[in-house]
């Protein structure tokens, strides 16, 4: 009861729209899937709410449409000027996706969480192990380069 008397003596941060917010930058394909498209947007954080799950779910929005609903982000190290991402199967197996379209995808995430947490690399993995898919291998550790 006084813990919960004190906190409401500061008011409701949601309510008087003074949550803390952080210009995101997020990297996605374009309709033509010919490039990567950049958008900046501003996003609040409630409290408990961290930059990975913030990008995650951005990145799940059909405005941008790079990870599927049911690809979950499983752990995040940031080591180094490398960040390693070990997502879920479905990152894969829900990914419909020619080549090209793929490449663009992968383009994506590395650009996007590496580009907001400040690193040079990213080590994509899925499920502990390398990345592969029919068009794709990367090793356990190999690192993609941040190139935005």
Known sequence: MTVEDNLSKFGDAEKDNCLPAKELAIYYPSGNVDKLLEDRVVEKFKTGETLAEKITELLKDKKYRVLSKNTRLLEMKKEEGILRLNFSKELITEMNAGSGYEALLIDSIVNTYGYNFGVEGVILNVEGKGYESGHFIFG???????DR
């Open 140 to 146: 356990k550790d190999e690192v993609l380069k941040v």
